[in-house]
T-cell receptor
Framework: SQQGEEDPQALSIQEGENATMNCSYK?????LQWYRQNSGRGLVHLIL?????REKHSGRLRVTLDTSKKSSSLLITASRAADTASYFC????????????FGTGTRLQVTL | DAGVIQSPRHEVTEMGQEVTLRCKPI?????LFWYRQTMMRGLELLIY????????DSGMPEDRFSAKMPNASFSTLKIQPSEPRDSAVYFC???????????FGPGTRLLVL
């Protein structure tokens, strides 16, 4: 089934370092989205990138999309302790009747 | 806007009892989603509505689960009878359209004893 798979499952870095998370999917998509979830909270939307886009920026976040490889990456630059959270990619398959499908997430730990 | 509102935030009940979770989506959003999240199974889509109509309920675990959306500003997820394995965090989310950005509520943490 259509699903984003994040890699790695867990990532631990020190404050100030960059964090890179990857997402792979299986079939054609209309868009791909990244969400963050802090412990005990709901998911929060970070960025949406459409299939005809290759790169998008938002503050310290940079998302790339390679539709030929069916993969996306999320880069968080100059990480902070507050970035500690789980990060999910979600894919919107082609076909207007298809729903958004979430991956299993990457757990990011940023230490001081 | 207040965002997606869910109630209750926490629910503790005994096995066999009926549980009703409530959700108020963001005004103007046409799609509403119910998710369940556990450590073992991650985030699972239970059911979603477009314009108050259920579109896909293939994620609903079994007949004990039912969901309704009587109008554009209110939805319920009901579990009857509840079982300990239903313990999870249940999220409601809404979006302008089903493939666009989803806005999640704070969730209802359900514990069935």
């Amino acid at each position: 089934s259509q699903q984003g798979e994040e890699d790695p499952q867990a990532l631990s870095i020190q404050e100030g370092e960059n964090a890179t998370m990857n997402c792979s999917y299986k079939t054609s998509i209309n868009n791909l989205q990244w969400y963050r979830q802090n412990s005990g909270r709901g998911l929060v939307h970070l960025i949406l990138i459409r299939s005809n886009e290759r790169e998008k920026h938002s503050g310290r976040l940079r998302v790339t999309l390679d539709t030929s490889k069916k993969s996306s990456s999320l880069l968080i630059t100059a990480s902070r302790a507050a970035d500690t959270a789980s990060y999910f990619c979600a894919t919107a398959p082609t076909g207007t009747a298809s729903k958004l499908t979430f991956g299993t997430g990457t757990r990011l730990q940023v230490t001081l | 806007d207040a965002g997606v509102i869910q109630s209750p935030r926490h629910e503790v009940t005994e096995m066999g009892q009926e549980v009703t979770l409530r959700c108020k989506p963001i005004s103007g959003h046409n799609s509403l989603f119910w998710y369940r999240q556990t450590m073992m199974r991650g985030l699972e889509l239970l059911i979603y509505f477009n314009n108050n109509v259920p579109i896909d309920d293939s994620g609903m675990p079994e007949d004990r689960f039912s969901a309704k959306m009587p109008n554009a500003s209110f939805s319920t997820l009901k579990i009857q009878p509840s079982e300990p394995r239903d313990s999870a965090v249940y999220f409601c989310a809404s979006s302008l359209q089903q493939q666009e950005t989803q806005y999640f509520g704070p969730g209802t943490r359900l514990l069935v004893l």
